[in-house]
């Protein structure tokens, strides 16, 4: 069946570091990838998708590339801020059921 | 608030009683689905409706568990005869059909405690 694989949290970076969150999946097919946000207490935020090879998606200055050939979205952010401290989640959509496929999600930290 | 609607934000029940958690999809979105999450753990698909149909419930255990999406009100998850393991936030999401690339939509979760 379909799975996603993420880096196992937590990760603590300083105020403007450099950002690289790990994403791989199995599927069959062509599924869309999305990474969702979490803050405390609430819900899952969609962050960001990309939905065919080679798209980049983007957003509040993360970014995530579909790469089909090493089955990878990792997520990036140039310089990340301490309100960027939440848990990230990659996740995929194979329209086999319609259902989310979640990784585990990591956990960023960001010191000021 | 157009988003997506659950209720209660926590509900505390004791072994052996019975838990009904809430979702109102946004506006527009005929699409429900609900997942499961444990603590320190990624998101676990359990049920996909559209209004009055279920489409998909292989994530769901099949005794105690049940959800209904009625053509009028909110998608209900009931969990009868609760145990400790059922404790966990519940979190419904919507969308507005059924491709792949439209991304769902997320409430704030019900945080099921059991006593």
């Known amino acids: 069946g379909d799975s996603v694989t993420q880096m196992e949290g937590p990760v603590t970076l300083s105020e403007e570091a450099f950002l690289t969150i790990n994403c791989t999946y199995t599927?069959?097919?062509?599924?869309?990838l999305f990474w969702y946000v979490q803050y405390p207490g609430e819900g899952l935020q969609l962050l960001l998708k990309a939905t065919k090879a080679d798209d980049k998606g983007s957003n509040k200055g993360f970014e995530a590339t579909y790469r089909k050939e090493t089955t990878s979205f990792h997520l990036e952010k140039g310089s990340v801020q301490v309100s960027d401290s939440a848990v990230y989640f990659c996740?995929?959509?194979?329209?086999?059921?319609?259902?989310?496929?979640f990784g585990g999600g990591t956990r960023l930290m960001v010191k000021p | 608030n157009a988003g997506v609607m659950q209720n209660p934000r926590h509900l505390v029940r004791r072994r052996g009683q019975e838990a009904r958690l809430r979702c109102s999809p946004m506006?527009?979105?005929?699409?429900v689905y609900w997942y499961r999450q444990l603590p320190e753990e990624g998101l676990k698909f359990m049920v996909y409706l559209q209004k009055e149909n279920i489409i998909d419930e292989s994530g769901m255990p099949k005794e105690r568990f049940s959800a209904e999406f009625p053509k009028e009100g909110p998608s209900i998850l009931r969990i009868q005869q609760v145990v400790r393991g059922d404790s966990a936030a519940y979190f419904c999401?919507?969308?507005?059909?059924?491709?792949?690339?439209?991304?769902?939509?997320f409430g704030d979760g019900t945080r099921l405690s059991i006593l």
């Open positions: 506006k527009g979105h005929s699409h």
């Open positions: 599927a069959t097919g062509y599924p869309s």
């Open positions: 996740a995929l959509n194979n329209n086999a059921g319609n259902m989310l496929t």
């Open positions: 999401a919507s969308s507005p059909g059924q491709r792949s690339n439209q991304p769902q939509h």
